[in-house]
């Protein structure tokens, strides 16, 4: 479903912030991109998403390149995704309601009564029935978490985008929000990449994970595989373990 | 040696950048022309566009206006007093304000009360991340938030103009006809004489603030869509909005003023 090879980007007259990055996801399948702050995770999310292109490398996504110079075709293929942002990017004049039923509305020919009915299922699904007449200003930042989540599947897309889902949530909601990513993964057989460097919740959901560094990636595997990997900088990003820390290059 | 090729390698940069920022408005805005259906397929955003832009700019504009035509009443009786002309007053203060001053100073006013909200507006949208959301949801932006407003500004203005002039010339009204003794017969019989729907109201004031409107939005809407996502980039860009939208009034002013009414035509 996702296919980066030897992708690469940097903004004009500046050093790379992705170098020679290559993952695949498949479908029903939660990936990890995980990293130190800064290292272009999200850059990189932003580049399965089309919103960027990349200077070098090809991203395929349901078997085709990203059309990123044919803007109806790009929209086309946005119809199959979903993405939720870090800050759930709500429409702030919008109800909840209509914050999820505005891509239905957008781009799909339902009438009132189906969007109605879909846009209600989407919050029983994320647990806001209840909050749908509310604005997202009197909603706290998990449940607006939980609406974006919500809009970002109302088009049943089949390709899945998280960037930082987790970020400044406390423990419950976090656990709320790792529960309903992989629940939709699974109920919906998307493709799903996960951008988080929360490490407990990720590992819980993830069927694999790429572990960036600097600008690249530096290991992967199996939540399993990279739980026991050796290498110093991985043992510490995962465990945060003081005997690993690097001191002038020597562990 | 090195440091002219470094300077001329700066200049070089710089003179790039302009151009590819100016291509690129040049196809936003071709890409807004191009979106006249959203006065059909999305008439509730035009229409709450244009109430938002026109009924909040409302107050500024008649209460300008009337200060303006007063003061211009004043100027003119003062001048024309002098070669014992000061019938005629009513007549320049209507022509002042139909020909220059109304899409003027209207497009300038709406520059600062209506174009900066909506810079304002977009730019808080972009470091939302609002408007990356619409894009993900194959979502058009610029059919769905830059094109009502760039729409609704080109209606708006020329709307603002047309009560804009009458306001201003009911306070010309006030000053020559109420204080000064002007006769009020005098004073609206010769505005009926001297001043021609087609040359005057049409070309001087019509054409000019839909122009003026089209270029005001345009600005405000790019600057908002280039601020940078942070509140300092929004800050600045509403800045740019003012200032730039101010002085490309002025220039668009002279232009077509030399075009329309330039003894040669």
Known sequence: MINLE??????????????????????????????????????????????????????????????YEQATKLRELRTKMGMLFQFGALFTDMSVFDNVAFPLRETTQLNERQINECVMQKLTAVGLADAAQKMPAEISGGMARRVALA??????????LFDEPFTGLDPIAMDTIASLIREQTDALNAASIVVSHDVQETFSISDYIY????????????????????????????????????????? | MSWVLNKLADLGKTVIEKLLHLGYAMRMFWAMLLQFKVWFTRTRLVTRQIHFLGNYSLVIMVVSAAFIGAVLALQAYYALSKVGSEAATGVMVTLSLIRELSPVVVAILFAGRAGTSMTAEIGLMKSGEQLAAMEMMGVDPIEREYAPRFWAGGLVVPMLTMIFSLVGVYGGYLVAVRWLGVDAGV??????????????????????SVVFGLAVSFIAVYEGAQARPTPEGVAKATTRTVVKSSLLVLALDFVLTALMFSPQN
């Open chain 2, 187 to 208: 004073f609206w019989n010769m505005i009926h004489e001297n001043v021609n729907v087609g040359h005057d109201i049409f070309r001087g004031s019509f054409v000019k």
């Open chain 1, 151 to 160: 809009r970002a599947i109302a088009q049943n897309p089949q390709i899945m």
């Open chain 1, 211 to 251: 572990v960036m560094h600097q600008s690249g990636i530096v290991a992967h595997g199996t939540p399993s595989e990279l739980t026991h990997h050796t290498d110093p900088f991985i043992r510490r990003f995962i465990h945060g373990r003081e005997d690993t820390l690097v001191h002038g290059g020597h562990v």
């Open chain 1, 6 to 67: 030897h992708v690469s980007f940097r903004y004009p007259h500046s050093a790379p912030i992705v170098r020679d990055v290559g993952l695949s996801v498949n479908k029903g399948q939660v990936v990890a991109v995980m990293g130190p702050s800064g290292c272009g995770k999200t850059t990189l999310l932003r580049i399965v998403a089309g919103l960027l292109q990349p200077y070098e490398g090809r991203v395929q996504l349901f078997g085709q390149v990203i059309p």
